[in-house]
């Protein structure tokens, strides 16, 4: 089975920071639009972030933008979220998903249903 495996979710006080890494074997990110999607309790899977394989181009959603940031090293097969100032409503399983298209339209690429291969998801937790 080929599926991207994120890392580095944990328990954080409102304010700190964590770094969320998406890994896979098997699976090459190359070529591929790479994306963070996150879903709380009662709610659907949401658009955090993506970044494009071609130019490296990078989408946030309106509630991260300016806290998160999303990444690629492609030498080592690997995504990363470096999330900062972190609220309680950031609470989520986050999800790191691959797209096979290097490029998505702006309103496609916060499409989940467009993304080929999923995580099994990383539990990140904020507390007040």
């Known amino acids: 089975q080929v599926q991207p495996v994120e890392s580095g979710g944990g328990l954080v006080q409102a304010g700190g920071s964590l770094r969320l890494s998406c890994t896979a074997s098997?699976?090459?990110?190359?070529?591929?639009?790479m994306g963070w999607f996150r879903q709380a309790p009662g709610k659907q899977r949401d658009f955090v972030a993506a970044?494009?394989?071609?130019?490296?181009?990078?989408y946030y959603a309106d509630s991260v933008k300016g806290r998160f940031t999303i990444s690629r090293d492609d030498a080592k097969n690997t995504v990363y979220l470096q999330m900062n100032s972190l609220k309680p409503e950031d609470t989520a399983v986050y999800y790191c998903?691959?797209?096979?298209?290097?490029?998505?339209?702006?309103?496609?690429?916060?499409?989940?249903?467009?993304?080929?291969?999923w995580g099994q998801g990383t539990q990140v937790t904020v507390s007040s």
């Open positions: 098997g699976l090459t990110f190359s070529e591929k639009t």
């Open positions: 970044i494009t394989w071609t130019g490296g181009i990078t």
């Open positions: 998903a691959a797209a096979a298209a290097p490029d998505m339209r702006i309103a496609l690429i916060k499409n989940r249903v467009l993304y080929d291969y």
